[in-house]
């Protein structure tokens, strides 16, 4: 089962119950915390124009934009600091590597944990 799908099955009893819980994106993500290995042998591609990151989050640094319908391989998913999911990648026919927001992959990047 997806885990985007767990993590909202998971707040439906807070939300339920009146629970409202607020969190603030870091104002300064650690880009460099996440470590990484190639452990995914899946790949997918890119739904939109796509920034690869230097690190899972949004205010890190962009290595590289790519456009839609672009090859990423996948490596790894990590879970950063604001709850969201990113995948590490290399795009395809490049020694370029990153991370990539999963909501931006046509599969939702990889299932494989860093």
């Not at 949004?58 to 391989?73: I, P, W």
């Not at 969201?84 to 990889?110: C, K, L, P, Q």
């Amino acid at each position: 089962m997806k885990r985007r799908l767990l993590s909202a099955v998971a707040t439906i009893p807070l939300v339920a119950a009146g629970v409202v819980a607020s969190v603030a994106a870091p104002a300064s993500a650690n880009c460099g915390s996440h470590s990484w290995s190639n452990k995914d042998d899946q790949s997918g591609y890119t739904l939109d124009s796509s920034p690869i990151r230097s690190g899972p989050h949004e205010s890190c640094g962009t290595v590289r934009t790519v456009g839609a319908s672009v090859l990423l391989y996948y490596h790894c998913f990590v879970t950063n600091e604001s709850g969201n999911t990113w995948t590490h990648v290399r795009i395809a026919g490049t020694e370029t590597y990153g991370w990539v927001f999963d909501d931006h992959m046509n599969d939702h990047g990889s299932y494989v944990r860093c």
